[in-house]
């Protein structure tokens, strides 16, 4: 790896056809480095991120996540990795305790560490006297934070956050992202898409893909005087009007 870099992309580029989702993007990202990747519906981000998951190969270029190649050792990466989606990733018909549970084994943690660090997380969310709750029955401020702390329970290098605040309030989203700082902190690095331009704000750096490619890269203050506006969604409108293809991958 270089220096702290735990993500690091060179000349990466996903075809179908002759539609480039993601088209001859480079970048690395560092250890406990809160990044974030952002553009509009149809710029390319969920198709590069579901590359650096190991969930879809390339069609050219490379990348190296926690050190290992998304091509030739996806398990590898897999097991090092933590995910959320919008939709918090958690099953609605098992308990808190039960999600809790399943992830930690699906992440190949052991029994017993997976029962102690359970009670420790709870304890933690406050969220002990729901141990046996159905997820389905919790608020959804409580599934937020429970699916991102199910996320990083086996303490993985890297967590990748796909629009994770979509859907919740503004209180809520700040207190998400609390969370997110606090386990940056704690040196895991957090890859997040969102489509929130005050979100921005909270990142150490950003991307901004425009028609598959990387439009803008650095932190929310350089970008500001770079475009001399006052915000992060200012800068957002000056790159995102731009684009020439609407909605897709």
């Known amino acids: 790896m270089e220096n702290d870099n735990v993500i690091i992309v060179r000349h990466l580029s996903k075809h179908f056809g002759n539609f480039k989702a993601v088209d001859n993007i480079s970048f690395e ?3 406990g480095e809160v990044f974030g990747f952002l553009g509009a519906n149809g710029a ?3 198709t590069a991120m579901k590359m650096l998951c190991a969930l879809s ?20 990466i897999k097991a090092r990795i933590g995910y959320m989606s919008q939709k918090f990733s958690l099953y ?10 399943l992830f930690g084994g699906i992440y190949g943690m052991k029994r017993k560490d997976i029962e102690n660090n359970a009670n420790i997380l709870l304890e933690r969310l406050e969220m002990t006297e729901e141990r046996n709750t159905m997820v389905k029955s ?9 699916a991102f702390s199910v996320a990083v329970f086996h303490q993985p290098q890297i967590v990748f956050l ?7 309030d503004p209180i809520t989203r700040r207190r998400f992202w609390e969370m997110i700082c606090e386990t940056a902190a704690t ?10 331009m005050d979100e921005a704000e909270y990142c150490n750096r950003v991307s901004l893909m425009v028609d598959g490619q990387i439009a803008a890269l650095d932190t929310p203050n350089a970008l500001k005087t770079q475009f001399n506006v006052q915000s992060m969604e ?3 409108f000056q790159i995102a009007g731009k684009a020439k293809r609407g909605e897709g991958l």
């Open 29 to 31: 990202v560092k250890k």
């Open 44 to 46: 390319g981000k969920t």
């Open 57 to 76: 190969k390339p069609t050219s270029g490379s990348a190296f996540v926690a050190g290992y190649d998304i091509s030739t050792n996806p398990n590898k």
């Open 92 to 101: 609605e018909d098992l308990s808190v305790f039960e999600n809790i549970k």
């Open 138 to 146: 919790l608020p959804l401020g409580w599934k937020q934070k429970l």
């Open 162 to 168: 796909d629009e994770p605040t979509g859907g919740v």
């Open 187 to 196: 040196g895991i690095t957090v890859f997040v898409t969102t489509h929130y």
């Open 234 to 236: 200012e800068v957002f």
